[in-house]
């Protein structure tokens, strides 16, 4: 289905590129006389969209190893949230016990804000990318990440989605980006169970199986504020495990669909030093790297265990010249905009002057 002669005559392939989804071909004719140049669009199916293993700029592929066997995985994961993270054992064998287990099609990660449930999904899964999670049933081939929000950026700019179905769609969608660079206007028309068995047959079409498919929803609790749309929610969730893929949820309440669950509490004392004295060597805090273990188990009490805040805590004493005690009200006593203020100037700090300019 590529071409290879053009008027008896060998073809030069000078350029073969995706516009649109479809394969457009350039190429000029082997021959001194008369070479001038042609394209044409290329079918479904040609030799480029192979290579190209149906996957889309968004999605990564590494290959791990499997029974012996490499395998490739396809994933738009984002990195780790943090290059420190401490304890979580309970929770980690958790989820490769999930994972190990394809009969169960949703796991939900719940507890409260600041516990680390991101942080915990993101690190088991970049450790699944990265081929240090050995399992024993066969790794998702697609591993498609969705940060769950009501908004979405157009052409036209921010435009606020309508509803619970709006936003999810939004996460199909995003699987879709796999299979086609730009999507078709029809998959914006679809809507609910609509487009969740087109983008099924689309998969089915290509080979892929409910196995294969691993969707990662991240701050459920952000859809649905009304017993209502918690309803419509868990109905969108549970069909897309039938039909769709295996689905992974981080949210801060037990959501009503059914679930394997994975509470995420507060980390134990021992736990919290350990992070404290681990994000102090990376920053060298002296503060916190010259405190005494009693010292440290106190602030870890009064910073309810949370890893969020211990991370913000350390860094702040890093940036500043106050002392313990006073890093500590001034962290416990800010507003949430105020902490996440804090958290972005800390990021600006950490990234380079190029990347700067990009965001500026």
């Known amino acids: 289905r590529t071409p290879l002669l053009r008027g008896g005559r060998s073809i030069v392939v000078s350029g073969v590129a995706p516009r649109k989804s479809i394969w457009k071909f350039q190429g000029q004719p082997l021959d001194w006389q008369s070479s001038d140049g042609f394209s044409v669009d290329l079918p479904s199916g040609s030799v480029f969209e192979e290579f190209e293993s149906g ?3 968004r999605f990564t592929s590494v290959d791990v190893e499997h029974e012996g066997k490499p395998f490739s995985i396809f994933s738009n994961v984002p990195v780790r949230q943090t290059s420190t993270f401490e304890g ?7 989820l490769r016990t999930w994972m190990n287990e394809p009969q169960d099609q949703t796991l939900l990660i719940f507890g409260d ?19 240090q999670e050995t399992l024993t049933v066969q790794p998702p081939s697609i591993i498609s990440y969705y940060s769950a929000k009501m908004t979405r950026w157009t052409d036209q700019g921010l435009e606020h989605l309508q509803g619970v179905s709006g936003a999810m ?9 796999f299979l086609y660079d730009v999507l078709d206007k029809d998959f914006y028309k679809l809507s609910r169970t609509g487009l969740i068995d087109r983008a099924a047959a689309e998969f089915a079409a290509q080979g892929f199986k409910r196995n294969d498919i691993l969707l990662v929803v991240d701050n459920t609790e952000t859809l649905a504020n009304s017993p209502e749309e918690t309803e419509e929610l868990a109905a969108f969730l549970k069909h897309v495990s039938r039909k769709l893929g295996r ?3 981080t ?20 736990e919290c030093v ?3 004295r681990r994000i102090a060597d990376e920053h060298n805090v002296v503060a916190i790297k010259q405190a005494g273990e009693h ?3 106190k602030l870890a009490k009064k910073l309810s265990h949370k890893p969020l805040l211990v991370d913000i805590l350390v860094k702040y004493l890093a940036r500043t010249t106050v002392g313990i005690d006073e890093a500590v009200e001034q962290v416990i006593g800010r507003s949430d905009d105020q902490l996440a203020e804090f958290l972005y100037e800390d990021a600006w700090q950490r990234i380079n002057e190029l990347q700067r300019d990009v965001f500026l």
């Open 55 to 57: 996957a889309g700029v």
């Open 88 to 94: 979580r054992i309970p929770e980690l064998d958790k």
């Open 274 to 276: 350990a992070l404290m």
């Open 295 to 297: 010292t440290l188990r």
């Open 113 to 131: 804000g600041g516990f680390g449930k991101t942080t915990l999904a993101l690190e088991y899964l970049n450790r699944l990318h990265e081929g």
């Open 251 to 270: 949210s801060r309440r037990r959501e009503l669909t059914a679930f394997e669950p994975l509470q995420v509490s507060a980390l134990s004392d021992a």
């Open 169 to 177: 769609e939004e996460c199909v969608r995003e699987l879709l980006f």
């Open 247 to 249: 689905v992974l949820l």
